[in-house]
């Protein structure tokens, strides 16, 4: 079955979803929408670098694009929470307002954006009533994965969790060196890299990573059926030992040139499910620190404390940009989410009220 598909928003993780979309033999694309006016009127192919015309042209209009009427739109303008907005650099009511107008036109929709919706039950209530009865009306369904590849964070422990006997502990950790990013706005502003060690950047502002992070703590915690006490934060960074240049500028000696933190969930007193990231400049930077699987730029790694303990390493071949794999992976989880989302009963989902993703028709 061929499903008609439209793309909001050509980003970092938008023009590898609108890649996916022209390129995936079950899914016709009928509409762009942009908010670039230099990328308006341009070829879908064009602006998705597929080096082919698709006779689809993008508009700044979203009218345009739910007149075309598709089967899914796959939203990933930026949108990250429901509060904190400069914090984050969101525009979480207007991702709201946008995702409500689609669906009440009956148009279901998976999306990055709101990240609290990677679980709905622990996310803003007023945003989740706008949302269902949005759903309600449009007889239409949603799916957020956030901006992480969620494989990593939520299928895969939680598969893992099924072979176990007894589970004291489930970690999810995210391990990149970011030395070759040239992307000061990301590496300075958002990480703070390059500035002191107490300098608090956007992303360590208090709740920040519970917003960001917390979502998935609760979702695995719901699937294994383990009431949570609380949900805490904590965050270390590393000081350069001299100074040293990379793409984004010079670091410091003394200033920050790692970050390591962590999203923990705590049950029944102690810390059960955690999520870490570990990002650092330099590769032989704080030691002591977890290192990608593999001997690669980057990855993940699965581990769960318990009988019999496991671990699962993913390796992240993106020598040159670490992001790269990272944003793909992103857009590819909504991209072959779309027949599913298509297929489902109204409402909010999450990757355990559908069937299970696969790469179905892609075996070339």
Not at 132 to 137: G, I, M, S, T
Request: hydrophobic share 40%; glycine share 10%.
């Amino acid at each position: 079955m061929t499903y008609r598909v439209g793309q909001w928003a050509t980003g970092n993780v938008g023009r590898q979803a609108l890649r996916a979309i022209i390129e995936h033999p079950d899914l016709d694309l009928v509409g762009v929408v942009v908010s670039d006016p230099l990328k308006v009127g341009r070829d879908a192919g064009e602006l998705a670098g597929t080096g082919r015309r698709t006779g689809v042209r993008a508009t700044a209009d979203p009218a345009e694009l739910i007149a075309a009427r598709p089967d899914v739109i796959s939203y990933t303008a930026v949108g990250t929470s429901g509060r904190r907005e400069v914090a984050t650099g969101s525009r979480p009511g207007d991702a709201l307002d946008d995702l409500c107008r689609v669906l009440e036109a009956g148009v279901n929709v998976v999306s990055s954006a709101l990240i609290p919706l990677v679980h709905p039950p622990s996310a803003d209530p007023a945003a989740v009533r706008r949302l269902r009865a949005a759903c309600a009306l449009g007889e239409s369904s949603c799916l957020t994965t956030g901006l992480d590849p969620g494989l990593m964070n939520d299928v895969l422990p939680l598969v893992l969790s099924g072979v176990c006997l007894r589970i004291d502990a489930i970690r999810v950790s995210e391990i990149m060196c970011y030395g070759l990013w040239d992307k000061p706005e990301a590496i300075v502003g958002k990480f703070g890299f390059g500035r002191p060690l107490d300098h608090r950047p956007p992303i360590l502002l208090p709740g920040v990573l519970t917003l960001m992070w917390g979502p998935v703590v609760h979702l695995i915690a719901e699937r294994l059926d383990a009431p949570l006490d609380e949900v805490t934060e904590w965050y270390e960074p590393c000081p350069a030992p001299e100074t040293f240049r990379v793409p984004a500028g010079e670091i410091a000696k003394g200033t920050t040139a790692g970050l390591r933190f962590r999203v923990t969930g705590v049950v029944r007193g102690r810390p059960a499910i955690v999520v870490e990231h570990v990002t650092r400049l330099r590769e032989d930077l704080a030691p002591h620190w977890p290192a990608p699987p593999f001997g690669q730029a980057g990855g993940y790694r699965v581990e769960i404390d318990g009988e019999p303990p496991w671990r699962m390493d993913v390796a992240n071949p993106g020598a040159a940009d670490p992001t790269v794999p990272g944003t793909l992976a992103t857009a590819l989880r909504l991209v072959n989410a779309i027949p599913a989302v298509a297929e489902a009963p109204p409402g909010l989902h999450t990757p355990f009220t559908l069937p299970l993703f696969t790469g179905r028709r892609l075996l070339r």
